[in-house]
Each structure stands twice: as structure tokens, then as C-alpha cells.
């Protein structure tokens, strides 16, 4: 199995601009999970969706960030625009029906500049 | 509520001791208990679960860990540590009523020197 793939790998964009961030879930998984890392905060969860759903997006820090999910094999988070503060490690996961052990991304570093 | 917490931000320990890892947990239910491990740069990767059973869980790399009830504790060990054990770990629970939703700790960095 190929894992959970996300891309870019890193990106490094202006402030203001907008920013896609890419994943893939293990094929058979129906739970997708959206994570921020930074420094000061840890493992932040954003937002996961259920068969394609959004289930829980009280992470999301404010409207500038968006997520879709729409089919099982892809999910985008957004951030529109982006603010130096963005700047941190996303991390993508993938799990059987939320309950089980998720399985990570490699991660997108993303710098704004 | 779920809640983890992992005592020390960073844990030294000379290559071929033992090494253990901190973590103890509070949810209003019956907890699910997990460790990952981050190498830089590079996502989380699962080593050990406890949903039930024997409080003695075993996972890759030689890591084990033991789920304490009483003291609301899943403490990660490894009898004999390597160098490529440096890495940062991390604590995770769900309590069985709240679907999918991981608590993690702030993570644990552990050095192992030759």
C-alpha cells in the first residue's frame, strides 16, 4: 500500500496568497483527518470528515480556512488568504471508520512569507 | 472530556538501557491508548495500540507498553535502546464515546547516545 499521500511536499508562498494542500487517503479508509504542527501549539486537529463528510471543524483557526473532501480518494485544505502565522507542518491521516489507528502523511511544510 | 499528558519534554538515555516514556490520560470513558513516533521530518508512524485485553501491549521495534488503570497510565518501554530511537513521541487517547477524535500529547523527545 502506498500510505497516505499529501503534496506539495513544501510550499512556500507570500502573504496573502492563496495555498492548496493535497491528500490521499489509504485506499479503503473512510476517515480523513487534517492536523496542524507547530512549535508552540503541538498536533493541532483542523478537521476530519466521514465517508466524505465533515463531521467535526471546531479546529479550523477562522473562515480562512477551508476543507473539502469530495470523493474518497481526495481531500484539499485551503487557507485563503494565508498569514505568516499559517506557517507550520499539515499533516494529513487516514483510519477505518474513525475508530481505529490513523495512519499519517508525510506532511506539507508550508512557510508564508 | 479527553485529556493526555506526557510529564517530560525530553527523555536522555545511553544506548542499551532501558528506555520508558512517560504517559498518563484522563476520558470520561473506556480509553483507547496509542504511540506514535516522529522522525524528522517525516509524518507520524504508528507503534502500539490498547483498545482491550492484556494490559501488556506490544508493538514494532521492540516497543511495548502497559496500560495501568488505576493510575491512568500507558507508559512506552523498550528494554534495550538503540541510537535510532532518537525521535519524538507522542501519546494519544479517544475515549470510546467521542468518534474519531485523537487527544495528543505534546510529545516527548528521546535521545539515546552511543
Known amino acids: 500500500d502506498a500510505g497516505v499521500i499529501q503534496s506539495p511536499r513544501h510550499e512556500v508562498t507570500e502573504m496573502g496568497q492563496e495555498v492548496t494542500l493535497r491528500c490521499k487517503p489509504i485506499s479503503g479508509h473512510n476517515s480523513l483527518f487534517w492536523y496542524r504542527q507547530t512549535m508552540m501549539r503541538g498536533l493541532e486537529l483542523l478537521i476530519y470528515?466521514?465517508?466524505?463528510?465533515?463531521?467535526?471543524d471546531s479546529g479550523m483557526p477562522e473562515d480562512r480556512f477551508s476543507a473539502k473532501m469530495p470523493n474518497a480518494s481526495f481531500s484539499t485544505l485551503k487557507i485563503q488568504p494565508s498569514e505568516p502565522r499559517d506557517s507550520a507542518v499539515y499533516f494529513c491521516a487516514s483510519s477505518l471508520n474513525g475508530q481505529e489507528t490513523q495512519y499519517f502523511g508525510p506532511g506539507t511544510r508550508l512557510l508564508v512569507l | 472530556a479527553q485529556s493526555v499528558a506526557q510529564p517530560e519534554d525530553q527523555v536522555n538515555v545511553a544506548e542499551g538501557n532501558p528506555l520508558t516514556v512517560k504517559c498518563t490520560y484522563s476520558v470520561s470513558g473506556n480509553p483507547y491508548l496509542f504511540w506514535y513516533v516522529q522522525y524528522p521530518n517525516r509524518g507520524l508512524q504508528f507503534l502500539l495500540k490498547y483498545i482491550t485485553g492484556d494490559n501488556l501491549v506490544k508493538g514494532s521495534y521492540g516497543f511495548e507498553a502497559e496500560f495501568n488503570k488505576s493510575q491512568t497510565s500507558f507508559h512506552l518501554k523498550k528494554p534495550s535502546a538503540l541510537v535510532s530511537d532518537s525521535a519524538l513521541y507522542f501519546c494519544?487517547?479517544?475515549?470510546?464515546?467521542?468518534?474519531?477524535?485523537?487527544?495528543f500529547g505534546a510529545g516527548t523527545q528521546v535521545v539515546v547516545t552511543p
Open positions: 470528515f466521514n465517508n466524505n463528510v465533515p463531521i467535526d
Open positions: 494519544a487517547v479517544r475515549d470510546d464515546g467521542s468518534w474519531g477524535k485523537f487527544q
